[in-house]
């Protein structure tokens, strides 16, 4: 199955500034069949960008995807206060459909 | 609008079974693939299975294959999944997922979740 590892597991940032979440996959992810989502404290996850780097419907332009192959990139260009949660990536090249272990992102 | 909604979580001894359902509507249930994923108490995200939009594909997980199973009635817009041979480790919320397309193996829309809790 393919892993993918997030870091950092913990990102410690103020409002206004960037954040950059990453994630590696231990073998090539065919398609950019990545997706991000986020999930806040007792509430169902929800899709950000699939496809590494199309937005879901809904979702603000500060939230953007980049990536290729092994490595993938989460970026929110001016974090709100909102934005504060956990972020995960899943790829869907192929089954096990798996999720990388999360970034926590807190207020510093 | 899009909703999921699960039901059928508890407490379940080990080695018991249990069925969880998921009641979609705002969308054409019979068009979509559909997902269980699952969340451990203060842990991470786990795909558990999935289901074609007509049945005819089926995926699980490693740690569930054997033991449970994911159906559909597109008649009743509804989701299941049948839980086998349950493990301390099964317990989570159990969350059903929509897919966005016929087979995509992402998810566009999430339930809001059923606890299962197994212990004795």
């Known amino acids: 199955e393919i892993v993918l590892t997030q870091s950092p597991g913990t990102l410690s940032l103020s409002p206004g500034e960037r954040a950059t979440l990453s994630c590696r996959a231990s073998?090539?992810?065919?398609?950019?069949?990545l997706a991000w989502y986020q999930q806040k404290p007792g509430q169902a996850p929800r899709l950000l960008i699939y496809?590494?780097?199309s937005r879901a419907t809904g979702i603000p332009d500060r939230f953007s995807g980049s990536g290729s192959g092994t490595d993938f990139t989460l970026t929110i260009s001016r974090l709100e206060p909102e934005d504060f949660a956990f972020y995960y990536c899943?790829?869907?090249?192929?089954?096990?459909?798996?999720f990388g272990q999360g970034t926590k992102l807190e207020i510093k | 609008q899009v909703q999921l909604v699960e039901s059928g979580g508890g407490v379940v001894q080990p080695g018991r079974s249990l069925r969880l359902s998921c009641a979609a509507s705002?969308?054409?249930?019979?068009?979509?693939?559909m997902h269980w994923v699952r969340q451990a108490p203060g842990k991470g995200l786990e795909w558990v299975a999935a289901?074609?939009?007509?049945?005819?594909?089926?995926y699980y997980a490693d740690s569930v294959k054997g033991r449970f199973t994911i159906s559909r009635d597109n008649s009743k817009n509804t989701l299941y999944l049948q839980m086998n041979s349950l493990r301390a480790e099964d317990t989570a919320v159990y969350y059903c997922?929509?897919?966005?397309?016929?087979?995509?193996?992402?998810?566009?829309?999430w339930g809001q979740g059923t606890l299962v809790t197994v212990s004795s």
């Open positions: 705002g969308f054409t249930f019979n068009r979509n693939g």
């Open positions: 073998e090539s992810v065919s398609r950019s069949y």
């Open positions: 289901i074609s939009y007509d049945e005819t594909r089926k």
């Open positions: 997922a929509k897919d966005p397309g016929f087979w995509s193996g992402h998810f566009d829309y």
């Open positions: 899943q790829q869907y090249d192929r089954s096990p459909y798996t």
């Open positions: 496809g590494a780097s």
